[in-house]
Nanobody, 121 residues
Framework: QVQVVESGGGFVQPGGSLRLSCEASGSIYNMNAMGWYRQAPGKQRELVALVTDDGITTYADSVKGRFTCSRDMFKNTMYLQMSSLKPEDTAVYYC???????????????WGQGTQVTVSS
């Protein structure tokens, strides 16, 4: 069993900041990457940021320079610091675990339940 829990969403005015957290726990041996995706109403889910086990971070062009993703390898925890938020950042943000291998040697991908971020004046 693997649990993925996000926190930190909320309501913020344009130009404001929020920090999201994701904690993975349970039967975890290793994983390839942790990432954040988001889905706005009526739109497809899209990648926001991805951090590999090698520490390589990839960002969507729309958030570069405004969002910072960091990962604590030992705690299986990841953060997304969001600054200069815009109304178009409004979405449900999901934590994603890529190619996780559990203690039984089984591989799979996992999603959290999502946390709502609303940017509005």
């Amino acid at each position: 069993q693997v649990q993925v829990v996000e926190s930190g969403g909320g309501f913020v005015q344009p130009g404001g900041s929020l920090r999201l957290s994701c904690e993975a726990s349970g039967s975890i041996y290793n994983m390839n990457a942790m990432g954040w995706y988001r889905q706005a109403p009526g739109k497809q889910r899209e990648l926001v940021a991805l951090v590999t086990d090698d520490g390589i971070t990839t960002y969507a062009d729309s958030v570069k320079g405004r969002f910072t993703c960091s990962r604590d390898m030992f705690k299986n925890t990841m953060y997304l610091q969001m600054s200069s938020l815009k109304p178009e950042d409004t979405a449900v943000y999901y934590c994603y675990l890529d190619r996780l291998i559990n203690l039984d040697g089984e591989e799979g991908n996992y999603w959290g339940q999502g946390t709502q971020v609303t940017v509005s004046s």
